[in-house]
């Protein structure tokens, strides 16, 4: 079995990512005493340039402190190899006498995965690791750094619902999550009532009409006084254009490093503001982009998510032992259970939201939705139903 372990994270950090890096660290010093444990920095661009860092030689105590820290230790890349790029991390992984290489990540990791176990030829162990906060991998029930995210969203949601009963108005959250739509219905989770807010949830996997929304908002104002709104960053127009691309001109749009739109940059909230202010002149309004946040927050780390991000760090060594594929997490009816699936079935794919988590008729939650939430992210807090 390996002499030599890489493991590297890729993609967004989250509040329980490095519990994954150090639970596969801690399996192998139990399952192989005396293996090499190396952490790339920066993702696959360490492997590529030749910079780790020995995990194999930092004491168990100093490990756990960082598995209980948000963020990725060893840093990450957001690089989309291709398969050019996947044959230098080949060589430098050859380099470092790797027999198995462990990469924490999401759609694109798994991807890079698949690439380099295609090219290897069966001569070293390639395992995705899974972890999204966009909690949008096929296989998977739920994924790594979901669950905390989830909990920042929902306690959010929750605090702008009651600072909006004392002084009504518009509030509109917006939520990342790409192209699913599972951590903007997560505002949802801790609904005291009814009543309470979001009273409406926009999700990518619905087409979005800018003014439908102004109708929606306008309806919500009339029956509960106020309106708070959660739209995810990803939401797209009826033609699959992101809204972002809709409401702002082509030459005005931010864009990242590789081209893409930024969907949840300072665009969409302006635009979004812009919107209400039209169509609903002279109510008081208000639009945040929850940005990076919810993520990684030290104040939201859920003991469940920690402790299955952990747990699928140790499973991935088992993985690497038979050969690779991906770690997945799935539930049997009763609990969260960890398995090996192949690379194939989650690699550049993207798993979108159940159409049965929404309502057909409105823009909210179904009981399927809300179940779903329920027995993830359970009622954290207790407070008092307000008299407004």
């Not at 490095?18 to 192998?28: D, K, P, R």
């Not at 990342?176 to 009532?193: E, N, P, V, Y």
């Not at 639009?287 to 920690?306: E, K, Q, T």
Request: with cysteine; hydrophobic share 40%.
């Amino acid at each position: 079995m390996p002499g030599t372990f890489v493991i590297a994270q890729g993609g967004g950090p989250t509040a329980v990512i490095n519990q994954t890096m150090v639970g596969a660290a801690l399996e192998i010093r139990k399952r192989h005493p005396g293996a090499k444990v190396l952490g790339s920095i920066h993702g696959v661009r360490g492997i590529r340039d030749g910079n780790y860092v020995d995990l194999s030689a930092i004491a168990e105590d100093r490990l756990r402190l960082i598995a209980a820290t948000p963020s990725a230790a060893l840093g990450s890349t957001r690089d989309k190899p291709d398969e050019a790029y996947c044959e230098i991390i080949l060589n430098g992984l050859k380099k470092a006498g790797a027999d198995a290489f462990i990469y924490i990540g999401g759609n694109d990791t798994s991807g890079t995965q698949q690439i380099l176990t295609d090219a290897a030829g069966g001569k070293m162990a390639f395992v995705h690791a899974p972890k999204t906060i966009d909690n949008d991998l096929e296989e998977n029930d739920h994924t790594p750094g979901f669950i905390s995210a989830a909990e920042f969203v929902a306690g959010a949601f929750l605090s702008v619902d009651l600072d909006f009963r004392a002084l009504p108005g518009i509030y509109v959250g917006i939520v990342m999550g790409r192209h699913a739509g599972f951590l903007t219905a997560a505002a949802a989770a801790w609904q005291l009532d009814p009543d309470s807010g979001p009273h409406l949830v926009y999700v990518p996997e619905r087409p979005f009409s800018a003014a439908s929304f102004i109708d929606d908002v306008r309806a919500t104002l009339d029956r509960h006084k106020r309106c708070i709104v959660a739209v995810s960053e990803g939401v797209s127009t009826a033609d699959g254009k992101a809204l972002v691309e809709s409401l702002v001109p082509p030459d005005k749009l931010e864009r990242d490093a590789h081209g893409n739109v930024k969907l949840s940059g300072s665009d969409l909230p302006a635009a979004l503001e812009r919107a209400l202010a039209e169509g609903l002149p002279g109510k008081r309004a208000r639009v945040d982009a929850l940005g990076y946040m919810p993520r990684g927050y030290v104040g939201a780390i859920s003991a469940v998510d920690a402790q299955e991000a952990f747990d699928a760090g140790a499973f991935a060594v088992k993985v690497a032992e038979e050969g690779g594929g991906s770690v997945a997490l799935q539930y049997d009816g009763k609990k969260t259970v960890l398995r090996k699936v192949p690379l194939k079935n989650v690699a550049g794919k993207t798993r979108h939201m159940p159409d049965d988590f929404m309502k057909p008729d409105v823009n909210q939650l179904s009981d399927a939705g809300r179940a779903y939430l329920k027995r993830l992210v359970p009622e954290k807090y207790k407070v008092g139903k307000p008299f407004v």
